[in-house]
């Protein structure tokens, strides 16, 4: 949604600690999603989900270079134009893979072998040689695209499952072999094994002062799932989880704030990320959206609003979501014609055989739902597969009087926040699923089980009869909790972190946590990088 991207507009452009230095940020996704019309012409549109608005709203506070692919093959001819329009108006450097590559990685490798594992779905995983050699070949094109941007000092912030690759290979091309052949010669040998493109020789030459960090914005699973597989993370779950993976499946010794490899220190932490809320507050405001939003009250006069917004995504829990509204409504016929499902279900991945399942699936759900309680006058579930523009968005967020989250697994799950910075006036009610990361955070709201049916079909009762004072008090903490971890804190809190911790030796690293253990700033489940934490109050 083009809205929630502001082009280059940083107010503190380049800048972070007390230097000035170059950030690039890498991530599969570019917040621009590129196509061609049948005339030749090329259309740049917003893309969804949480990871472009996430970093969307960080670079509001903080300026740097986006690398990414623009999800669509450019033929060599265009990518001048199309380079000159990212760069100029977005900021934005594209990484032109092959079309095959790039439906491999995408499709193939990422979203049916590491999107299904890290949300322990090991039933959907498709496993395709060919696909892991694309996984390869498009991290190494990667890593090729952010070294030709780098100059000595520069940060890189590499972005979620589909790079995974990168920080590494990318630091065998900035290093040569050279230097870094004692930690990665072997893997990098691995690794480039059979895909083409510039594998590092040893006379490369060294690009000094490069700082590499990754966030993953999906869960990391627990061992036994990872396993299943030939670090900033959202919650201290997922990288404990990331922790024990490397111990018990690598053997690698780790410490509660990173882990050891071949001498030296990759350092973990957790960083939940959190949306701009203010871009939300300030669009309520505008006269447009409060004539859409009193148009939108009309229509659902006297009836309770119940707003679900997800990808329609096997990891969203929308079929959970429409038996619990089922059952609640076979339980409470009384609220029959008062109670309302408006489903927003964005279309996602729609490649891959698992999503076009889900899409009948729910299709399905929906008619017999609709079919068994709905009237002339009145259809329980409003669902839409597409996506909608931000006013039209906000205004829905803010006439709901519940918002549904029953992801089965959700990284973090930035809906939920964007319903509270909308509900300022309304107080509306958050059912959220203890599986989504939000629930660590987001206290205040009703936290159900998807699978638990009934738990569900009574969270929706207790949240449409709530009165007015419980609903308020909940929105405070939820409110003060949204605007204070923000899209903007979560970004500079981790390029903070980069910023601070100076390439040193293990030893340094033991002591380091030895020292703040005697002084009982960490423990066993102590954390040497900063965490937000959930307000209590
Ligand atoms: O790029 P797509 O394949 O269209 O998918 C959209 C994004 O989905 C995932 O988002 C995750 O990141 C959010 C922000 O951290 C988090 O709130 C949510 O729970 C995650 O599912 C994916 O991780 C992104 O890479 C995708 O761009
Ligand atoms: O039509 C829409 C509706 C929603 N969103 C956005 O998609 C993101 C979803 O993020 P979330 O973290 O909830 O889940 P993800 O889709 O990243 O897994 C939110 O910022 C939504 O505002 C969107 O891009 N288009």
Sequence with gaps: MASFFSPIDSPSSMEFGDDKKHLIVVSNRLPITI???????????????????????????????????????????????????????????????????????????????????????????????????????????????????????????????????????????????????????????????????????????????????????????????????????????????FLSSCTRILGLPTMPNGVE???????????????????????????????RIAALEQRFHGMKVIVGVDRLDYIKGVPQKLHALELFLSQHPEWIGKVVLVQLAVPSRQDVEEYQNLRSIVNELVGRINGRFGTVDFMPIHFMHKSLPFDELCALYAVSDVCLVTSTRDGMNLVSYEYIACQQARRGVMILSEFAGAAQSLNGSIVVNPWDSQQVADAIHEAVIRDAPTRAENHRKLFKYVNKYSAAFWGTSFIKEMTRIKPGDVGKDKENQALLKAKGEAGDHGQLLPVAPSLKA
């Design 261 to 291: 490899f071949e001498g030296r220190m990759a350092h973990v932490g957790t960083f939940p990320i959190g949306i701009e809320p203010g871009s939300f507050i300030e669009n309520l405001k505008k006269d447009s959206v409060k004539m």
């Design 35 to 241: 196509s061609k019309d049948a005339s030749g012409e090329y259309h740049f549109k917003m893309s969804s989900g949480g990871l472009v608005s996430a970093l969307s709203g960080f670079k509001k506070s903080l300026s740097f270079t986006w690398i990414g692919w623009p999800g669509f093959f450019i033929p060599p001819k265009d990518r001048e134009l199309v380079d000159r329009r990212l760069m100029e108006q977005y900021s934005c450097q594209a990484v032109y893979l092959e079309d095959e590559v790039a439906d491999r990685h995408y499709n193939g490798f990422s979203n049916s072998i590491l999107w299904p594992l890290f949300h322990y779905h090991p039933g959907e995983m498709n496993f395709d040689e060919e696909n892991w050699l694309a996984y390869r070949q498009a991290n190494m094109q990667f890593a090729e695209a952010v070294r030709q941007q780098i100059t000595p000092g520069t940060m890189v912030w590499v972005q979620d499952y589909h790079l995974m690759l990168l920080p590494m290979l990318l630091r065998g091309l900035i290093n040569g072999n050279k230097a870094g052949g004692e930690y990665t010669v072997n893997e990098m040998h691995k690794i480039t094994e059979g895909i083409e493109g510039q594998v590092p020789t040893a006379d490369e030459e060294k690009i000094p002062g490069i700082k590499i960090g990754f966030f993953l914005h999906t869960p990391f699973p627990s061992s036994e799932i990872y396993r299943h597989n030939p670090p900033g993370f959202h919650t201290y779950d997922y990288a404990r989880h």
